[in-house]
Every structure is written in C-alpha cells, then in structure tokens.
C-alpha cells in the first residue's frame, strides 16, 4: 500500500505519525542505491539475517525490471512483533517503507511462504510519482503486475506459476454490474486486479505496436530517467505521456482514455488465448504456437 508524500507530511505536522525507537540497523547498496534498514524493537539474529537477505532479494528483483533502483535512498523499518504481510510506503525526498515481521523464525517471522511478495510490491511503489487519489489503482495495478514479474526476471519465481496466478487473479478487475471506470470504482477488485490488467493489456499493445522490441518496462524506465519516482507529486497523465514517448507509441495514454471513465471490459478469455495461457486437469498450459506467444515469452524474460 502507497502514501503520497502530501498525505506523510500532513500526519508528521499533526503529530500522527509515531516515533521510531529503532534498536538494530544496518545498510545495503542495490542497484545504485542506498538502503537505510531499521528493526524498530529490536530482532533476534536469526530474524535479522532472514529480513536482511529478504530486502536484497526484492531490492534485485526490482532492480533488474527497471534497470536500477527507483530511488537514490530508502529507509525500510521492519516493524517486530507486528503483523506479518502488512506492508506501507510514503513518498519524501528519502522515501520511507515499514513491513511487519514476527519476532521469532519459528514463529512465522517473515512468513515467506504466503507474504514473500510484500517487499517487492512495496520496493515498486518507489518507481512511480504520487498521483491524485482518484489514480490509486495506478499506483497499486502496477505493484500488483510487475511484482511477480520482477521476481521471475531475478530467477526467484518460474512463469509458469505467475500466468496461473494472473488467470486466476485478474477476473476479480473485470466491471461488474454499476462499476464504471477505473478512476471511479475504489473497490478492492478493480484497485488491484483492475490496474493489473490495465498494465497487461498495455504491456501486450506496446510489444505488439514495437514487434516485441520494448514493452512496459521501456515506458516506466522512461519516467523514472524523466525524474518521475515517488519521491515527486505528477499528474497522472503526465506520466503516461512521458511513458508513451519513452516507447515511441500511443498506448498508455489512449488506453487510460478507454478505461478511466468507462466500464470497458477487456475480454480475458480471448487474451489468454492470443497469448496461449490455459488451464488443463487444474494446471496451467503455455501453448508457443499461440499468435502472441512471443510476447508472452518476452514480458517474463529477463
């Protein structure tokens, strides 16, 4: 979950945001940056160690999808003894990510088996600016897309499951009944699943519109060279814009057109076919004489 940088600042002015009594910290380099690591009430070395490796897991991750880090510096509060999973990050010159994780391994500390994924989603909020409320599903489509595929560029997921996952997933951002666009249904489904498949569908537009040369990656790695990261307040069509010049075509843009307003469904069914993604017996199934299946291939490749 992402915090613009205004919503932080207005907490620290009324006192709101409680003070850190950081015991334990230590600092990474990645991808060009520096990560500034707080355990706020201390951690055993063992929990330590686990979250340590952790961040440079999601921080490689993360680098190998945009190219480098999003942010010259970041500071990552492990928060012990709070809720595995739970995940937040605010925007600031030095923008700020703070997860929970128990207090003991056996305990489920870091819970890697369900919540491995919450550090990379929140390390992808840094790559783009803090846009206006209404755009959140922006904000948390992307972090719900390119997570797990960061994650299979760094070796750490195989496509396979991701596919699965985004088959099963993605449905849940379809329009229903009395929804409208993107920009005005807040619901959970069309935040996350719906902004996924916006970036599914635009990935797939850009690859098809370049013969495969670029695809999202080009656009977002685009707006970060433009100075666009969490760390700066955009609105969000100036960071389509910057992205459909990055990749030399009109999609993000026009697509944004479609479905900000508008219920516009995308017709998952056909899409999957076109990229040869299906299920048989419960197991997904990558077909490589698919017409897109290149595509495919190529938004999962490193």
């Not at 937040?88 to 489920?108: A, F, N, Q, Y």
């Not at 599903?137 to 595929?149: D, M, N, Q």
């Not at 009944?177 to 935040?191: A, E, F, I």
């Not at 479609?258 to 040869?276: A, C, I, N, T």
């Amino acid at each position: 979950m992402v915090f613009p940088r205004a919503f932080l600042i207005a907490l620290a002015a009324l006192g709101l945001l409680p003070p850190l009594a950081a015991q334990d910290a230590a600092t990474l380099q990645a991808g060009g940056a520096t990560l500034d690591i707080r355990f706020v009430g201390g951690a055993v070395p063992d929990v330590r160690q686990a979250a340590l490796e952790w961040t440079a897991r999601a921080a490689k991750a993360v680098t190998v999808y945009y190219g480098q880090f999003p942010v010259p510096r970041v500071r990552i509060d492990f928060e012990v003894g709070r809720q595995p999973g739970s995940g937040r990050t605010w925007g600031d010159d030095v923008p700020h990510i703070r997860i929970g994780i128990g207090r003991t391994l056996d305990s489920g500390a870091l819970d890697v088996d369900g919540n491995d994924w919450v550090l990379t989603h929140e390390m992808v909020h840094l790559a783009l600016p803090s846009v206006e409320e209404e755009h959140h599903w922006i904000e948390e489509g992307l972090a719900t897309y390119i997570e797990p595929i960061a994650r299979v560029r760094a070796g750490e997921l195989p496509a396979a499951k991701v596919w699965s996952d985004m088959m099963e997933g993605m449905p849940k951002g379809e329009p229903r009944p009395g929804d409208r666009g993107l920009d005005r249904t807040p619901t959970w489904g069309r935040t996350y699943w719906g902004g996924a498949m916006f970036c599914l569908v635009a990935d797939v537009k850009i690859r098809e519109a370049t013969n495969n040369r670029v695809g999202l990656e080009s656009a977002l790695r685009g707006v970060l060279k433009a100075g666009g990261s969490i760390r700066v307040d955009w609105p969000v069509t100036r960071v389509l814009d910057v992205g459909d010049q990055s990749v030399g075509v009109a999609v993000l843009r026009p697509l944004y057109e479609q479905m900000h307003l508008e219920p516009s469904p995308v017709g998952l069914d056909g899409l999957w076919r076109r990229l040869g993604v299906g299920r048989r017996d419960g197991q997904v199934t990558l077909d490589d004489t698919a017409p897109l299946a290149a595509v495919r291939r190529s938004i999962m490749a490193p």
